[in-house]
């Protein structure tokens, strides 16, 4: 059973910034890319960032890329995503997702966190 809790979303200003976490298990992480998500009430959800089961390769979308950070921490089980120069179109609901190793999507995710940044 993969669990994954999400944490760290709230309200923050322009330009200020945000953590998120996603606690999981040893097993999970390292037998998983693991994904951060966002969605718009009306819109798709939308890939934001990954990284490999390896942790040595990293993916951004173009409109973070520069501004968040993904990371993960084996002894705390959890991966992060650090968001700084927070603008207001980045408030959605955020998801962390895992994509299992030779497998064809991301199967497995959160309850979402929402992160809303106000003008």
């Known amino acids: 059973q993969v669990q994954l809790v999400e944490s760290g979303g709230g309200l923050v200003q322009a330009g200020g910034s945000l953590r998120l976490s996603c606690a999981t298990s040893?097993?999970?992480?390292?037998?998983?890319?693991m994904g951060w998500f966002r969605q718009v009430p009306g819109k798709e959800r939308e890939f934001v960032a990954s990284?490999?089961?390896?942790?040595?390769?990293?993916n951004y979308a173009a409109s973070v890329k520069g501004r968040f950070t993904i990371s993960r921490d084996y002894a705390k089980n959890t991966v992060y995503l650090q968001m700084n120069s927070l603008k207001p179109e980045d408030t959605a609901v955020y998801y962390c997702?895992?994509?299992?190793?030779?497998?064809?999507?991301?199967?497995?995710w959160g309850q979402g966190t929402q992160v809303s940044v106000s003008s």
């Open positions: 997702a895992a994509h299992p190793l030779g497998g064809t999507r991301y199967d497995y």
């Open positions: 040893a097993r999970t992480l390292s037998r998983n890319t």
């Open positions: 990284i490999h089961w390896s942790g040595t390769d990293t």
